[in-house]
């Protein structure tokens, strides 16, 4: 019966590495589809700024959410049949980091809009993306946990298609481009957050305070981890654009986006891979783990 179960979760995992697989490319596709789209209507200056805007965010989302999400694989198994109440704790400690940071950017909105070469309200904007964006990665992540590839993909094309055309329309639409581009990227988050908050209230329950302490002790220690990678990836277009401009930036950021096609079957093949390394651990399947 055991070996059945295994074979059953080996299949399951399979089927969602596929579908990631495909889904990822397919979600990335299209954002490199409407790069030519963008490239039109938005001057170089202001695909630089963009660009400039989403290193940020990339480095700001450890620091402001946390990446709580890390948790829940081990957490699946340690609070077993409190998992979604579990889920809801830590989504409630990502929305109060975000609050305390967007105080302290609202203090000294000066000093950050001239430190990250940003207008003050499209940090305003990032921070309310960051306040939602948790919600559906913790959606997310629970259920590639689960292997259940279907919600996962469908939300993922859902962001990806609906961010996409809101886009598009934002930036031919609006007068200011950059805004309507900022906007477009960030509204379908928002909503679809939104939704899945109400998903986790609804689960979950309550909150539990004393489920923070198991979190961050978790994922703390792995933010210089996920930082040295985000910088990595990050900073190049940071560094170009305070010492060259938004125009060179723009420039780099054409060619970088195209590059980082390869990067997608790593990413796919990882997101199947995980849940199901965690459940052999959890099971003591060492064997097994060995083997592939």
Known sequence: MER??????????LKSGIWYTVSNFLTKSIGILTIPIFTRFLTKSEFGL?????????ILTIFVTLNLGATLSRAKYDFEGKFDEYILSVLA??????????????????????????DYRYLNIMMVY???????????TRERLAF???????????????????????????????AGRILGAALPTIFLGAAFYLFFLKKGK???????????????????????LTLLNSMDRVMIRRWCGAEDTAMYSLAYSCGAVVS??????NSAYSPWLAEKLAGKHYSIIRKY
């Open 4 to 13: 059945e179960n295994q074979k059953g979760n080996g299949t399951k995992a």
């Open 206 to 228: 309550r909150i539990r305070v004393s489920y923070w302490k198991y979190a961050l002790v978790v994922c703390l220690p792995y933010i210089p981890h996920l930082l040295s």
């Open 148 to 178: 259940a590839y279907r919600k996962t993909v469908a939300s993922s094309m859902l962001l990806v298609v609906s961010t996409s055309l809101l886009s598009v329309v934002l930036v031919i639409g609006m007068e200011d481009r950059l």
């Open 130 to 140: 960051l306040f939602f964006l948790p919600a559906i990665n913790l959606f997310q």
């Open 93 to 118: 400690l990502s929305s109060f980091s975000v609050i305390v940071w967007t105080a302290v950017i609202g203090i000294f909105h000066d000093f950050f809009a001239d430190f990250f070469g940003l």
């Open 264 to 269: 997608m079957l790593v990413e796919s093949i």
């Open 50 to 58: 963009y660009n400039n805007y989403t290193s940020w965010l990339g």
